[in-house]
Structures are given as structure tokens and as C-alpha cells.
């Protein structure tokens, strides 16, 4: 089965400027994971959607990134303005469901670098 | 909210075994997963244990106390290929079951 498709690879973009990210779960699961991963960090959740709806967004920074699953298929992440903080890897992954073995399947990710 | 401890770094020499330990805080558990990642690549999943005891997967086993918090992620005739961050992450049973991750443990295999 094709894996988690995430778009662009790589990202660099001014301080202030926007970026959107896109990911196309695995055919079927129900549940899409945004992730944040710093350099030398564990990836930090950032939304989580069960189907076409959000589940968890609480460490996610409204006032500048919004996220939306249309369809309950794929997704997009925004970042509007961006901070040089934000310069991560963005990483989307895919579960069958709440109630599955645990396990997410993670695409490439999303490089973004913010100077 | 959830919490996760795990080592930064450990480092073995190839052939060896290495155990990589997690302890938890969280108001709800649902189960616990180990993730490898290597250098810029993506997590990709190694192991989860819901109950306690041990789940072996060639080479790689997982332990899980729920009753102390604690689990650890056991590799076998370490490998060069080893070499890799691996993060423990901890689903809660509040909040969507959300899967929250520790900072990872970066582990060096040497010759």
C-alpha cells in the first residue's frame, strides 16, 4: 500500500511569510497527526483528526497556524506569519484509528526553514 | 498531561545488547510504542505495549510495567545500522487518545 505523502520536501521562506503544507494519509485510516519536530527533539503534536474532525489542538498556535482535513482525507497545515522559530521538520502520519495497535505511519516530513 | 523520560544518549559496541529505558507520567494510559529514526528520515515503528509483560520482535523486544510508569526497548546483536534516535511515545486514553512522544534516546553503535 502507498505510504503517507507529504508535500513540499523542503521549505525556506522569510520571517512573516506564509507556508502550507499538504499530506495524503494512507488509504482508509481514520486519524491524521500533524507533528512539530525541532532539530534533536521529539516530534510534538501539534492537531490531531479523527476523520474530518479535530480531536486534539491544544498545542497547537492558533494565532498563526491553522490546520484542516477536507473530506476526512487529505490535509493542510499553515503557518501565517511565520516566526524563525518555526524552522522544523512538519511530519504528517496516519492511524487506523483510536482503537488501533498504536501504530502511526509517518511520511518524509516537511522541511521549513525560516530566516 | 503527559510526560515522558528517556536517556539522551547511550552507546554500545556491535554484537552487544542495549536496553533503552522510559518512564511515564500520564492521567490516562492506553498503551506505549517505540519509534527508530534515523538521521533525516521519518519515525518509523518499531514496537507497542498495551499490557504489561514483554513483546519480542526479532531482534528488538519492548517491555511495559504499567504499574511503575516504566517500560524499555531492548535491541539485540546491535548492528551498525543500529545507530538511530528512538523515542518512546505514550497514548493517553483522554483528549482523542493522543500520542505523545519523548525527546529520544540517540544511540551510537561502534565497531
Known amino acids: 500500500e502507498a505510504g503517507v505523502a507529504q508535500s513540499p520536501r523542503y521549505k525556506i521562506i522569510e520571517k512573516r511569510q506564509s507556508v502550507a503544507f499538504w499530506c495524503n494519509p494512507i488509504s482508509g485510516h481514520a486519524t491524521l497527526y500533524w507533528y512539530q519536530q525541532i532539530l534533536g527533539q521529539g516530534p510534538k503534536l501539534l492537531i490531531q483528526f479523527q476523520n474530518n474532525g479535530v480531536v486534539d489542538d491544544s498545542q497547537l498556535p492558533k494565532d498563526r497556524f491553522s490546520a484542516e482535513r477536507l473530506k476526512g482525507v487529505d490535509s493542510t497545515l499553515k503557518i501565517q506569519p511565520a516566526k524563525l522559530e518555526d524552522s522544523a521538520v512538519y511530519l504528517c502520519?496516519?492511524?487506523?484509528?483510536?482503537?488501533?495497535?498504536?501504530?502511526?505511519?509517518f511520511g518524509e516530513g516537511s522541511r521549513l526553514t525560516v530566516l | 498531561g503527559q510526560s515522558l523520560e528517556q536517556p539522551s544518549e547511550v552507546t554500545a559496541v556491535e554484537g552487544a545488547i542495549v536496553q533503552i529505558n522510559c518512564t511515564y507520567q500520564?492521567?490516562?494510559?492506553?498503551?506505549l510504542s517505540w519509534y527508530q529514526q534515523h538521521d533525516g528520515g521519518a519515525p518509523t515503528f518499531l514496537s507497542y505495549n498495551a499490557l504489561d509483560g514483554l513483546e519480542e520482535t526479532g531482534r528488538f523486544s519492548s517491555f511495559l510495567s504499567r504499574s511503575d510508569s516504566y517500560g524499555y526497548l531492548l535491541l539485540q546483536e546491535l548492528q551498525m545500522k543500529d545507530s538511530a534516535s528512538y523515542f518512546c511515545?505514550?497514548?493517553?486514553?483522554?483528549?482523542?487518545?493522543?500520542?505523545?512522544f519523548g525527546a529520544g534516546t540517540r544511540l551510537f553503535v561502534k565497531a
Open positions: 500520564t492521567s490516562g494510559f492506553y498503551g
Open positions: 511515545a505514550v497514548r493517553g486514553d483522554t483528549g482523542g487518545f493522543k500520542t505523545i
Open positions: 502520519a496516519s492511524s487506523r484509528g483510536v482503537f488501533s495497535t498504536g501504530e502511526l505511519f
